[in-house]
């Protein structure tokens, strides 16, 4: 029985594309299934965004909420000062079937759900060493 990849037709947005997200944005890429039309990545700087873009193929944007109104998977890979802002803005953008991810060190799942309005949170912690 051949398993179906659990992103397969997936839409994801990466709202953060430093080194975190682009590692994660590389990790989901490597899966033959992968489809990188379907990824589009957020961040403000828009040097970050032209080099996942060139470097993956994928959607970028300098506006999270354009990214994440059609994502079913949100992962959420900022810098931990910029977080309160990045919910506010995210708040009432996310699909009510969304699961949002998150790799933002310190913050709670209860302080996401709060910020953003919304309670399909996970929270994990990857490390960029652990591709070698």
Known sequence: VKKK????????????AGAMGTA???????RPAS??????????????LDTVRHQFGIQTTLENTRAAKTAQVIVLSVKPQVLPGVLAELRGHVQSGALV????????????????G???????MPNTPAQV
């Open 5 to 16: 990849d659990a992103l397969h037709g997936v839409n994801v947005a990466f709202i953060g």
């Open 24 to 30: 994660m944005i590389g990790g989901v890429l490597s």
């Open 35 to 48: 489809d990188a039309s379907k990824i589009t990545a957020s961040d403000r700087h828009q040097e970050c």
């Open 118 to 124: 919304h309670e399909a949170i996970v929270r994990t």
């Open 101 to 116: 991810i998150s790799i933002v060190a310190g913050a709670t799942i209860r302080c996401i759900a709060t910020g953003l």
